[in-house]
């Protein structure tokens, strides 16, 4: 059984909405993410987390410092999908892969953790 867990998603630069491939592939799962919005990551920096996750590499330079408590700090570089290229479908294949393997690398870490 996993643990009931609270999930903030933030950046160092975000755009102005949650970008419509990222929504369409997650449906693709059952997750409705289209009331998302993003937001910047200074407005969690005073917050306590038990993980702090980075996920692009840009971001491990960028991250401002949280001033919370953070139990434990994770990183792991990721290919941006919103930077791919081509058609509909050659970009939503990205996505898709990057979804995949974010989805893959939560599951080892956590699954590790049970």
């Known amino acids: 059984m996993y643990p009931q867990w609270d999930i903030f998603s933030a950046g160092t630069a975000?755009?102005?909405?949650?970008?419509?491939?990222?929504?369409?592939?997650?449906?693709?799962l059952?997750?409705?993410i289209s009331?998302?919005?993003?937001?910047?990551?200074?407005?969690?920096?005073?917050?306590?987390?038990?993980?702090?996750?980075?996920?692009?590499?840009?971001?491990?330079?960028?991250?401002p410092v949280f001033t919370g408590e953070v139990k434990h700090r994770l990183h792991k570089d990721f290919f941006d999908p919103a930077q791919a290229t081509g058609t509909k479908e050659e970009k939503l294949k990205v996505f898709r892969q990057v979804r995949d393997e974010i989805s893959n690398w939560l599951k080892n870490i956590f699954n590790k953790k049970q």
């Open 30 to 32: 059952g997750i409705d």
């Open 14 to 28: 975000p755009a102005q909405q949650v970008h419509p491939l990222a929504v369409e592939v997650m449906q693709e």
């Open 35 to 63: 009331g998302h919005y993003p937001k910047l990551v200074d407005k969690f920096i005073n917050q306590s987390f038990d993980y702090v996750l980075t996920v692009c590499d840009s971001a491990r330079e960028s991250c």
